[in-house]
């Protein structure tokens, strides 16, 4: 009874969060430390400080090379390749969307991508749904692709700290083609969802008004592909990927890494954790001094914003989290261990739910990556299912998939009469199912 009081309380707390939002998620779970320990006497939790540090430096990164222009150079070449194969847009849209969140390890520059694949879609009389949707899904689905994203270092980090050999470069080598699969699947599909537009009734009946079909087919969004980018664009965009690639040799080759004696004596190499908080550190210092930027600006950029907001989130949660199942570990491994044990996709549906509930794949490893390694479950089954820390797409109410719908004016991607039945859920139940299922077979054939 305890458990699942304990249990309840922590459900309740994140129910009511996210109608707060993202910061509003932290706050609220505040109130369920406070019954914990308080009221039911539990032992205070551990927030997970080494992830949060990781975070704050990723962010960081990420901040500098937004304001430094060298974002604006991806979105640059991102759009020239679009456009020069305008009639496979619903194949290379997602791909591209995939592809800029790997890279900048947030789901959120997909936003400057939507006009441009509408506009590129409309134009050649394909249906804007096709493309834009799975864009979306794709988008999200390249987070835990992401070197440098909070949700893939927060389960390295989590990992290390378990004292198992994997590090950043081993989940990378299962969620990249994991997720490549996924997009691709759910592209390949959505090339003939829908009616295509000469021979759909509601779309047709809408544009008969004159004022609707300018709004639908004019209104050409402003191209960066005649914009001359400043010289320092394009450095900050080289310096960052250079970052990357040194932070892939050190995790690929950890005997060059430095060796410090532990505790007991023996010599072991410092963690990829740390080795990735130092470089994000030093490639947004080389960004700053070579690249021109006013280091005030950063905090005002988008990526930067939003990352503290994620950072906030694991601080409130994952502590909440911690203290309600720290306290009934004996009894979680009983019930839960068994069971993930017998039926490892129990372990892929819980991460699914989680993500659900909190809105947030950071959020959902936080909660679930501890819990699983604590009672036992084989860390091959955690790399295995790594796609499924995406599930928010479930119900349409994420900022990405909003901002999806309102950027398609012919208003064919849209939230269907009974919710569920929106433009986003075959793809996204797609892309997450084939992802897990790639990667299940990749983790167990590498590991």
Sequence with gaps: MSLLLGIFILLACLIVGVRYGSLGLPVISGIGLIIYVFVLGYKPGTPPIAVMLTIIAVVTCAGYLQTSGGLTVMLKYAEKFLRSNPKRVTIYAPLTTWLLTI?????????TMFPIIYDVAIHENIRPERPMAVASVASQMGISASPVSVALVSMAGFISAAGLPFTVINLLAVSIPATFCGVMVAAIWSYR????????????AYIKDPAHYQDVYGNQTESLQDKELP??????????????????VLGNFPQILPSFPDAKGTMKAISMTTVIQMIMLVIAAAILIFCKVNAKDVGKSQVFHAGLGAVVCVYGVAWMADTCFSNHMADLKAIIGGLVQAYPWTYALAMFLTSKLVNSQAAAVSII?????????????ILSFISACYGYFFLPTYPSDLACINFDRSGTTHIGKYVLNHSFMIPGLLGVFTGCCVGYVIAHILY
């Design 103 to 111: 890279l900048c390890g947030t789901g959120h520059v997909v936003y």
């Design 193 to 204: 969802r829908g009616k295509d537009l000469e021979e759909d009734p509601i779309f047709q």
């Design 369 to 381: 990556v501890p819990l699983a390694l604590t009672i036992g479950v084989d860390p091959i089954v």
């Design 231 to 248: 010289s320092s664009f394009y450095r900050a965009m080289y310096i960052f990927f250079l970052g990357i690639i040194i932070i892939a």
